[in-house]
Each structure stands twice: as structure tokens, then as C-alpha cells.
């Protein structure tokens, strides 16, 4: 939903109609997967469902920009700092703010970072409006290639690739390294955990700057194809959070594949009924949870 | 896990009696309004947003739900009553039916899709049905898409009432904002309000007594979204308009920010936060997007400080519950 744009191929037929709708839809499928992932980690460890996380997938998109127009910073880069940067920041939110949470309703965090993301979202619309500001493809990343099937941007390749392997690295960190075990440790039973000399408020903290650098990250990629626009990560947002429940938020790889597999239906969604495509997600919620309330890979909440 | 609401005191006969005589200070206050020269417009659109808060908080404060959908009942119910007002040509008091009908087979919907699910994932589910709503009135062609129903005739209310007289349009506006504000006074201090609140203390025990909390929570819901739906249908007369912001996620957010500014779970805070939001958007309309940010700014202020609102605070120092 975030962008309607087909590739032109050379005689581009229903098939590569089709195809091109795929793509699409596995591009946002990279984002819903991006941010729900990140939705899922900070759920985890701090307990908040992090109504900012749109703000904050924005945020990255305009550093990547700023990067780029005010320090002549390029793409790749901005693939890196983008998301320390707004990590750094997300960091700082955590310990001026979100800590004091603690103990507290669930509520209270999903208020608390909506009121962040009014603030965020807010002082982006009163410098920059509410149109879009272009950020150009990299040179490398350029053209495209004839797959006999399909005409494929290479950039548009490449957001798909590159986040898949960034979900599956983020998968692999939690479930399967040390500093995963500790994480999952943590979530289950942070004083436990506190009393093996482990330094859980820190923890937290970086596991928040974690989901936040991969909502930033998400920014960066879509810069060169959504154009940067405050307003971006709004209504991305609310997608997001179908998306999650939809999927539950109790396994890392379930998020990643419910993001996947949503923007790929709502991509054949705009291929063969574009009148639904914008609500394809929330439909498929409600069904879920007509069958499964649990969500398909989740705990009882 | 501390509550939302610091409202541990009882609902004694006394209690009762207390909060009726600040209900009556704040009905004269109200109706005297038109004598005083302060704008009644300004005073009208507040009503219908208190008494959309106070739906709201019959579901927060009360239940222990936050939702953050309630947008679609208020522009479900607006779209409504504007089309059964300008389309059909009803009459006033049968196009605010037609706007709270709606509301209600909406809340039925909604309601048993959304209290499949508790807490925070409860609130991104009506947020996400919220935002398919706002989807299907953006496509449909009866709601006008961008443009909305403009130009609603207001009409005669039971054929003498004549809405177009600001003064008339007011007090029927009051009348149908206390009926409602006494209604959910009546459902708090219920039997049913009793077990409600047991629910939002300990859902656990309330199961374990024998209690159906899904049953009720549902209940609570349609009820709350109804009421919704009744200011919905009375903004109508008063914006003479039906438009997409009421449906969107925006509105939403506002009126958790009006409950959580007066105080979540008191009775009086939606009115109070209503007013006090309403006013600043009032004067502070100059000022584009710096609205946004302001608003922001007190929902970060509100949870991090002030989390019983102007008259949790008030009820706090004086040991009552308002």
C-alpha cells in the first residue's frame, strides 16, 4: 500500500503485469517484515508495542537523505549510519522515557510512543510539508535485467535480498548466539537473569535501539523507491500492527514470514482486485482472528 | 501490574450523591451558557467530543480496554445521519436514529472480532478495523470520498425544534450530551458497572466467580460504541458535514488524549478533557503542525507525569471519586 508504481518492461503483457505486482508486493513485504520484526523484539524485552515505530522508519529515510544532500554521504553508508544514528536516538528515548514505564499497564507505552511519534512526525510536517522528497537510486544499483519472464529493477531486487538476509541475520543473532540466549533469558525472567551479573537495564536498552535501527533501516531502503515524505511510517504503521497480529508476536521467524507472505497477497491483490488492495490486510486479520484468535504463530496475550 | 485508574474507592450511596451534585453544578454551568456571550459553537463541538470521550472511557476506565478505533463509530454514525439528513430528507430526530443504528450493528461487528483479544493487541485490532473503515469510506460513493456530505440541512427537530437557530441547536445538543453522560453514569454505578470494573481489576477472578467477562466486556463495547455513534449523529448538526477525518486514526488518537487529560476511569475527567483540547485547537489553529506536536508532546507529559488527569488529581487531593 505504501506505493503503486510498476516497472515498465519491454512489452509488458498481463503476466508481467503480474510479476511486477509480486515484486511489489514482496518489497513491502520486506518492510512489514522489517518493522513487525523489530515490533516483536521490543515487545519482548520491554513490554511496549511501539506505536513509533512508523515515525522512526521515516526518521531513517530523512537521515539517509540528509546524509546525502547536506554531507555528500552516499547510499551505503546511509545503509549503515542511517540506522545507528536513529538507533542512537531511539536509545536515548528508552532511557529518558520509555524506562520509567516499567511496572506500569502495557497501555501507558503504546500511549506514550504514540505521543513520541505526533511529536517526530509533527516537526518533519513543519519543515518539510507533506509531499516527497526524491533520493536517488545509487549508481550501482541502477537499470535493471531481463529474466525472460520478468524485467527486474535491480534496486527493487536488491531491497528484497538484502532484507530478507538482514531478517534472517537478526534471526539467527536472537535465537541461536549468546548474546540471543541472554536477550531471550532476559524476556522471560529479567531478575534471574540481572542476578548472573548480566546488566539487564542495558540490555533493554540496546534491544530497543536494535528494533529501532531496523525500522530506520527499513527507511533507508525505501527512500529510493517511496520517496521521503513525513507521513511515511503513518499509515505504514497501522498495516504493521495488522501484521503482527495477525502473525502473533511470540516467534521471530513467524514474523518474518507473515510479513513476507501479506505483501505478497496484497501485491496478487492489486493484480486482481486493486479496489481491495488497500484493505486486503485488515481483512485477512479479521479472518484470522475468526478462526485462530491467537494469531498463527502466537501466545495467548 | 498497577491499573490504569487509581479508582479504588467504592461507589457508596454518599459517593453517589457527591458526584450528582457536581453534575448538577455542571448542567447550570452548561445551560447557562448562551446568557454568558461565550462562542456556542466552540461549547457545542466540545460537548459532542466529551460525550465521545465519555464513551470511551466507559471502555478504558471501566473495562480496562483501550481502544483506539473509536473513530469509526463517530464517522460511521456522522456519515449516517448525514446521508439519512440530506439524501433521504428525514427529519433531525430520526436522522440521529439512523446514525446510532449504524454505530450500533457496528459495535456488534467489531465488538465480537475485537474482544477475542485482550490488552494491547485489543487496541491494535481496532485500530487496524478503524483504518478499513476509513479504506471503504474513502472508496465508497456514498460518503463523498475526499469532498464529504457538505451542506447537511439541519432542519426541524419533532417539527417545532428549528435547528438552524444556534441557540435552539444548543440546548438540543446539551440534552442529548447529558442523557448520554447520565446513561453512562447510570451503567458505572450498575451491577453490571460493578462486574466491569472487577474484570479490569482481575479478569482472572472474575472468571473464577462464575462471571461470562467476555459477555461483558461485548456488552460494554456495544454500548460504548453506541454512544459514540449518538455524538457522531449530534456533531453532525453542529459541523453541518460528515467528512473523512472523523474516521481517521488521528481522531482516535484525540480522544484517548481528551480521556487521559481529564483522567482515565473518573467520570467528569472526558468533559474536562474534551473542553481543554478542543480549546487549544481552537486557539492554537494558526499554527499548522505545531498542533501535532503539542499534542504529542502532552500525551508524553500526561503518561510520564500525570498519568490521573486534571480530575483524577483534583479526586486524589479530596479523597473522592469524580
Known amino acids: 500500500m505504501t506505493f503503486r508504481g510498476t516497472p515498465k518492461g519491454p512489452g509488458a503483457g498481463s503476466m508481467q503485469a503480474l510479476y511486477a505486482q509480486l515484486l511489489v508486493g514482496l518489497i513491502n513485504g520486506s518492510f512489514y517484515a522489517l518493522l513487525s520484526l523489530g515490533l516483536a523484539v521490543i515487545f519482548g524485552m520491554l513490554n511496549i508495542i511501539n506505536f513509533a515505530h512508523g515515525a522512526l522508519y521515516m526518521m531513517g529515510a530523512f537521515v539517509a537523505y540528509f546524509l546525502l544532500n547536506l554531507g555528500g554521504i552516499n547510499y551505503w553508508w546511509a545503509l549503515l549510519l542511517a540506522p545507528i544514528i536513529v538507533g542512537i536516538f531511539g536509545m536515548i528515548l528508552e532511557r529518558t522515557m520509555l524506562k520509567f514505564l516499567t511496572g506500569l499497564d502495557h497501555l501507558y507505552g503504546l500511549l506514550l510512543t504514540f505521543g513520541i511519534a505526533l511529536i517526530v512526525q509533527g516537526v518533519f510536517q513543519n519543515y518539510f510539508g507533506s509531499s516527497g522528497l526524491p533520493y536517488a537510486i545509487p549508481d550501482q544499483l541502477k537499470g535493471g535485467m531481463n529474466l525472460g519472464f520478468m524485467f527486474l529493477p535491480i534496486y527493487r531486487g536488491w531491497v528484497v535480498v538484502f532484507s530478507l538476509v538482514v531478517c534472517l541475520a537478526t534471526w539467527f543473532l536472537i535465537e541461536k548466539t549468546q548474546l540471543g540466549a541472554y536477550l531471550r533469558a532476559a524476556t522471560e525472567n529479567p531478575t534471574l537473569v540481572r542476578a548472573f551479573g548480566i546488566n539487564v537495564p542495558r540490555m533493554i536498552t540496546l534491544t530497543y535501539g536494535l528494533g529501532v535501527g531496523l525500522a530506520a533501516l527499513a527507511g533507508v531502503l525505501s527512500a529510493p523507491i517511496n520517496q521521503v515524505r513525513p507521513l511515511m511510517g503513518a499509515d505504514l504503521i497501522i498495516v504493521v500492527f495488522a501484521v503482527v497480529v495477525i502473525g502473533g508476536m511470540g516467534s521471530i521467524m513467524g514474523s518474518i514470514i507473515t510479513g513476507f507472505a501479506l505483501g505478497v497477497i496484497e501485491g496478487l491483490t492489486k493484480y486482481f482486485y486493486p479496489e481491495a488492495s488497500n484493505t486486503v490486510v485488515f481483512v485477512l486479520m479479521v479472518l484470522v482472528l475468526l478462526v485462530k484468535p491467537t494469531g498463527l504463530t502466537g501466545r495467548a496475550a | ?322
Open chain 2, 1 to 322: 501490574m498497577t491499573t490504569l485508574t487509581d479508582d479504588t474507592l467504592p461507589a457508596t450511596p454518599r459517593a453517589v450523591r457527591d458526584e450528582m451534585i457536581v453534575f448538577v453544578i455542571m448542567a447550570l454551568l452548561l445551560a447557562s451558557v448562551p446568557f454568558t456571550g461565550v462562542y456556542p459553537f466552540f461549547v457545542m463541538q466540545a460537548l459532542c467530543f466529551a460525550l465521545l470521550a465519555c464513551a470511551f472511557n466507559l471502555l478504558i476506565g471501566y473495562g480496562g480496554l483501550l481502544s483506539f478505533g473509536h473513530a469509526m463509530f463517530l464517522g460511521t454514525a456522522g456519515y449516517c445521519s448525514a446521508h439519512a439528513l440530506k439524501v433521504w430528507a428525514l427529519p433531525p430526530e430520526l436522522g440521529i436514529l439512523v446514525g446510532v443504528v449504524a454505530a450500533f450493528g457496528l459495535s456488534i461487528i467489531t465488538g465480537y472480532i475485537s474482544i477475542r483479544r485482550q490488552g494491547i493487541y485489543f487496541s491494535m485490532i481496532t485500530l487496524a478495523l478503524s483504518q478499513l473503515l476509513y479504506f471503504i469510506y474513502l472508496q465508497a460513493p456514498f460518503t463523498h470520498g475526499e469532498d464529504g456530505i457538505q451542506g447537511i440541512p439541519q432542519g426541524r427537530m419533532f417539527g417545532v425544534l428549528d435547528l438552524s437557530k444556534p441557540t435552539i441547536l444548543y440546548y438540543v445538543v446539551l440534552v442529548g450530551f447529558l442523557a448520554g453522560f447520565l446513561l453512562i453514569f447510570r451503567i458505572i454505578n450498575s451491577p453490571f458497572g460493578e462486574v466491569l470494573k472487577s474484570i479490569r481489576e482481575n479478569e482472572q477472578r472474575a472468571i473464577s466467580l462464575g462471571y461470562r467477562t467476555d459477555q461483558y466486556k461485548f456488552l460494554a463495547f456495544v454500548l460504548s460504541g453506541t454512544l459514540a455513534g449518538f455524538a457522531g449523529s449530534l456533531k453532525v448538526f453542529v459541523a453541518q458535514n460528515a467528512s473523512l477525518t472523523d474516521v481517521h486514526w488521528s481522531m482516535s488518537g484525540e480522544v484517548v488524549l481528551m480521556t487521559l487529560v481529564g483522567g482515565l476511569g473518573t467520570i467528569f475527567g472526558p468533559v474536562v478533557g474534551a473542553f481543554v483540547i478542543i480549546a487549544m485547537q481552537q486557539y492554537l489553529a494558526g499554527f499548522g503542525q505545531w498542533v501535532t506536536v503539542i499534542q504529542g508532546s502532552i500525551f508524553v507529559f500526561c503518561v510520564l507525569a500525570f498519568r490521573r488527569g486534571v480530575i483524577g488529581e483534583i479526586a486524589h487531593y479530596f479523597r473522592r471519586s469524580l
